[in-house]
Structure formats: C-alpha cells, structure tokens
C-alpha cells in the first residue's frame, strides 16, 4: 500500500503559477514511477507528468515547456511545478504511485485558472 496526500491547489489567474505536491508513505525510491493526471468535468482523467524511479520524465504534449515534474526523495515527495497557466488548465489533479503491479491515487487537489 502507498498512501498520497496532495497539497498546493488553488485558484490563479491566467500566466500565473502554482507548485503541487504529493507526500508518499513510502520511499520513493521503492515506488516504480510517480505522477500527476488530471481529470476536468465532463472529460477523461488524463496524464500530465510522469517521473520513473530512473528519473525518466514524460509529460503531456499540452503542458511540456509549461510543466516541471520533480522529486524530493529525502521527503519521499514528488512536485508538479506549473507555469504560465491556461484556462484549460483547470481541473482536479491526481498524485498517482505505480507500486508492485498496482496503481495507488491521492484524493486530489482543485487546481482553477480564471481571471
């Protein structure tokens, strides 16, 4: 078992920015790959970032260049770093732990871009 707690959501406006983070009860370094998805209304949940336990990074074609996924592995946690926000930004967003052949979820943090 792996449990997730995000934290850093909120509202911000248009090119702003906003930093996510996932805890893990685990050591990051036993986990196989940690994430962030998104899910808006009406719409699918959908990758956004991935980082692999060999530090290898994908992300969205919609966020690369936007986005920066990273780990603190003292702190067993993973940050999603979002820059110049859009609208189409907004939704709820997922910390995700791919562990022993098994997928683990935090409860999700609101992430909205209005003006």
């Known amino acids: 078992q792996v449990q997730l707690v995000e934290s850093g959501g909120g509202l911000v406006q248009p090119g702003g920015s906003l930093r996510l983070s996932c805890a893990a009860s685990?050591?990051?370094?036993?986990?196989?790959?940690m994430g962030w998805y998104r899910q808006a209304p009406g719409k699918e949940r959908e990758l956004v970032a991935e980082?692999?336990?060999?530090?290898?990074?994908n992300y969205a074609d919609s966020v690369k260049g936007r986005f920066t996924i990273s780990t603190d592995n003292a702190k067993n946690t993973v940050y999603l770093q979002m820059n110049s926000l859009k609208p189409e930004d907004t939704a709820l967003y997922y910390c995700?732990?791919?562990?022993?052949?098994?997928?683990?979820w935090g409860q999700g943090t609101q992430v909205t871009v209005s003006s």
């Open positions: 685990k050591s990051i370094f036993s986990i196989n790959a």
């Open positions: 980082i692999t336990s060999g530090s290898i990074t």
């Open positions: 995700n732990a791919a562990f022993m052949a098994r997928r683990f």
